[in-house]
């Protein structure tokens, strides 16, 4: 998820990598909502500074900070404020009857 581009309000992805595995695995669909405000553990799209695209699992923090973490505990945690991360859309359900 490497291109920089204005996201429409709702629009389906696919997981590009597999930084939420077991669970979800490369090519898992989601259905994103660039409207939604995320939960804990929701799937969210989130991009770097460089302009870079992550789809990875949202947590919030105190003081509306939030972390984008994978499921790999060896992977540091994205920091909102830290790493410059921007939130840019929330995964409201699996795809195609994938729950």
Not at 59 to 77: C, H, I, K, M, N
Request: glycine residues 10%; proline residues 9%.
């Amino acid at each position: 998820m490497a291109e920089a581009q204005t996201l429409p309000p709702r629009f389906e992805a696919a997981m590009p990598d597999d930084a939420l595995a077991p669970r979800t695995t490369r090519g898992t669909r989601f259905t994103f909502s660039t409207t939604a405000k995320p939960l804990d553990g929701d799937v969210v799209i989130i991009e770097a500074p460089t302009g870079h695209r992550y789809m990875r699992l949202f947590f919030a923090l105190s003081g509306g900070d939030w972390e984008a973490r994978t499921r790999d505990p060896a992977q540091p945690p994205l920091h909102s404020a830290r790493d410059g991360m921007k939130l840019l859309a929330t995964a409201t359900h699996r795809a195609g009857g994938q729950g």
